[in-house]
């Protein structure tokens, strides 16, 4: 596989035997179903696995998952500017699924609502509060204004500053002892 070079979901398929999975979508997400044999680092814990990472990739070819590929894509930027080589995964879990791709959950693991899902029932529920608070006090339509005004940004730089907020939730981290783990299964 040449560096940084995208897999679709049947390509990955065929090679899942070989690839070493990182899945950087949060603890909840990945808990609701991931590539078998995926190993879970969040995005935002992503620099402090880049030694274990490291290792991994110089055992072999690192694929990187996420939701749609948005994230992973960007693990796998981050991963480049260390001189760590990884592939990411065409349209993510979601492309995965679609295709009737084997899909692995943690027995009696907690099931979290996919980011996009947590991040449009957040967006909603502000807006919602800012034209009905915005009834009896016209400064609270600046949140329903100010969220909005996320969201064009969000969709014009494919970032998303809400889902880094919603990903440091309890319910979205990693549990220390998991992610430890994690970390000593990809360095041994």
């Known amino acids: 596989m040449a ?3 995208p897999l679709t979901a049947d390509q990955a398929n065929a090679r899942l035997h070989e690839l ?12 609701s179903g991931h590539l078998p044999g995926a190993h879970n680092i969040p995005l935002d814990h992503l620099d402090a696995a880049l030694p274990a990472l490291r290792t991994a ?6 694929l990187v998952v996420c939701a749609s590929g948005a994230r992973s894509a960007t693990a796998c930027e981050r ?4 001189g760590i ?3 990411t995964l065409t349209g993510g879990t979601s ?11 943690p027995a009696g693991a907690r099931t979290a ?3 996009d899902r947590q991040v449009r029932i957040a967006a909603g529920s502000l807006v919602l509060t800012g034209l009905l608070a915005g009834q009896r006090w016209s400064a609270a339509r600046w949140l329903s204004a100010g969220v909005a005004g996320g969201l064009v940004f969000s969709a014009l730089t494919n970032t998303c500053g809400m889902s880094k907020i919603l990903a440091r939730l309890p319910h979205n981290q ?12 990809l360095a041994g």
């Open 174 to 185: 990693p549990g220390k002892t998991d992610l430890e783990a994690t970390l000593a299964a």
């Open 79 to 82: 991963l480049a500017d260390q």
């Open 57 to 62: 990739a110089d055992r072999g070819a690192l």
């Open 95 to 105: 492309a995965w699924v679609q295709l009737g791709h084997d899909t692995h959950r």
């Open 3 to 5: 560096p940084n070079t």
């Open 85 to 87: 080589n990884a592939a």
């Open 113 to 115: 609502w996919a980011m």
């Open 20 to 31: 070493t999975v990182i899945d950087v979508r949060t603890p909840g997400e990945y808990s």
